[in-house]
């Protein structure tokens, strides 16, 4: 379920973009966010700072795209989502000392602070170069090649990423329960 309602608002965004056009998209996207959170909070989910960051800059480009019947505004929705995912993994970091990964994942997955580290940088390279080639399709492509890399190419490379992720955790997990008894 919760699988479902984190794509839920793409998801319809780019079937009300195929039935519709992209203002069409912007207004169910805007309405699909709000709905993704109000129903996180009724199933007492965990509402991220990925979640809070996604929803104010949803309804602020995707209000601006509205008003100003310019959809270069929710083309740009895209970069300022993935670089303020990358300056709060990188203030998580550098300010805390801490990886934002680590504080998230840390209860279910035990990895040394250097794998910690390397997984947030390799998260900051890669929101970054997402929201560099987003730009560039923005501004050099047709609003069809957008949508179609918005909704299948990030999705495709963050599932892909996140299975080279896994397999770096799985590479360097340890055993809580090994390690306490080490220790003893």
């Not at 998801?11 to 973009?17: C, D, E, I, K, S």
């Not at 990964?101 to 890669?126: C, H, K, M, S």
């Not at 599932?159 to 955790?169: E, P, R, S």
Request: proline residues 2%; glycine residues 4%.
């Amino acid at each position: 379920m919760l699988f479902v309602l984190e794509y839920l608002p793409i998801a319809l965004f780019f079937v009300f973009y195929l039935i519709g056009d992209i203002f069409l998209a912007t207004g169910v996207l805007m309405l699909g966010t709000v709905l993704q959170i109000i129903s996180l909070k009724f199933m007492r989910e965990v509402i991220t700072p990925r979640h809070w960051i996604i929803l104010c800059v949803v309804l602020i480009f995707g209000a601006v795209t509205l008003l100003l019947h310019d959809e270069w505004f929710i083309k740009l929705k895209v970069t300022v989502i993935y670089v303020a995912i990358a300056l709060l993994l990188l203030i998580g970091l550098w300010w805390k000392k801490r990886s934002p990964l680590q504080q998230f994942l840390g209860e279910e997955i035990n990895l040394p602070d250097f794998a910690w580290r390397r997984l947030t940088y390799a998260w900051v390279i890669f929101t970054l170069a997402l929201a560099a080639v987003n730009l560039y399709i923005a501004e050099y492509w047709t609003l069809d090649a957008w949508v179609n890399f918005k909704v299948f190419g990030t999705l495709g490379a963050t599932l892909v990423f996140t299975i080279f992720t896994g397999a770096y955790m799985f590479k360097h997990h340890t055993d809580r329960e090994k390690d306490a008894e080490e220790i003893e």
